[in-house]
């Protein structure tokens, strides 16, 4: 029996967050722990798009008013740990969003993997099988231990964190990357892969680091390094003008620059191009739209060739959800 969720949202779609858990019948009831983290007394809450992290909380403790409390804390998060067998790669991630507290994030981690160790159980930062997970706002330790796929990521509140250099073309790919990781999205590694708005580069960088062959359109210039790619076809065209090319690609990647009912025309347009079963990845740009009406409506149109199968505000998202979808006919 948990004691709740904590849910992880982008700080500024709070209300978009909170709207999507009012869509089904049930109410839910919701204590704002900090900016962009929700307590939900609710056991389960599905994966609506505005929702980055999650984890169920199965013990609140006090926090203390000195560093030489940091024991208590520790104790009280050891019993959660009875649950993980020995050899278990565990990431403890801690977050601390309340400026009262006594101790720093680095504190508790160090002071939670000496007990990892201790109990034949293996501190594990990036590709954990089980998360320990801290919070600490409003005077309060919310503790959990969960799988990162309950999570719905392995990242420490959705942070995802590539840790390469972020110059425009590697943030771009970074988004992309995040995607595949979050959609679990496996292509062979020959895929033909159609990106449109691809220019300077980022996502088709990423596609033929990964072996795929890419025809990438769009009417600004790409980088001048991935020019000479010998897995890459580039038009610099008008994505408008491309002509179908029947059952020709595995993927198609859309992040154009434009009015979302536009490009879900675009990809209503070239839907025969895309093999059947073929996946879409694609982002919603807000523009000034409100965002939920803005995806219900893409969603609507889309659904005409395609079908949504998950979306997501992903941490590499700004005034845009990223979107995956399969065509159908
Ligand atoms: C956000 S950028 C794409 C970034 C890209 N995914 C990357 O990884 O580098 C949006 C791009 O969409 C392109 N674009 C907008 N409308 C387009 C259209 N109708 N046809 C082709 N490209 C278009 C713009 O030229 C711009 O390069």
Not at 206 to 217: P, S
Request: proline content about 5%; hydrophobic content about 45%.
């Amino acid at each position: 029996m948990t004691k709740g969720l904590v849910l992880t949202c982008d700080p500024r779609f709070v209300s978009e967050l909170k709207k999507e858990l009012q869509l089904p019948k049930e109410h839910y009831e919701l204590l704002v722990l900090a900016p962009g983290v929700l307590l939900a007394a609710a056991e389960d809450v599905g994966a609506p798009i505005f929702l980055r992290h999650r984890f169920p909380v199965e013990h609140v403790a006090e926090v203390g008013h000195t560093l030489m409390d940091l024991p208590l804390l520790v104790a009280a998060a050891t019993p959660l740990l009875a649950a993980a067998e020995s050899g278990t790669k565990v990431a403890v991630q801690c977050r601390i969003m309340d400026e009262a507290c006594p101790y720093r994030a680095a504190e508790v981690k160090v002071a939670l993997d000496e007990v990892l160790l201790t109990r034949g159980l293996l501190p594990e930062t990036k590709h954990p099988q089980i998360v320990l997970s801290v919070l600490i706002a409003k005077q309060r330790a919310y503790l959990g231990l969960s799988s990162p796929v309950q999570n719905l990521s392995r990242w420490n509140g959705g942070a995802a964190h590539y840790g390469r250099p972020s110059g425009a073309l590697s943030r771009a790919e970074h988004k992309l990357e995040e995607a595949f990781e979050v959609f679990n999205i496996e292509l062979a590694a020959a895929a033909q892969v159609l990106d449109l708005g691809a220019a300077p580069g980022g996502w088709t960088s990423f596609l033929l680091k990964r072996g795929h062959y890419v025809t990438a359109v769009d009417t600004g210039e790409l980088a001048r390094e991935l020019l000479t790619h010998p897995r890459l076809i580039y038009h610099r065209q008008n994505a408008w003008h491309i002509k179908p090319l029947a059952d020709t690609f595995d993927l198609i990647t859309c992040d154009m620059g434009r009015e979302a009912s536009g490009t879900v025309e675009v990809l209503l347009h070239l839907a025969s191009s895309l093999k059947s079963g073929g996946a879409l990845l694609m982002t919603v740009k807000f523009m000034g739209h409100e965002p939920l009406p803005l995806i219900r409506e893409c969603r609507r149109k889309l659904e005409q060739r395609y079908r949504l199968q998950a979306g997501r505000h992903l941490w590499h998202n700004r005034e845009e959800v990223t979107l995956y979808l399969v065509r159908h006919t």
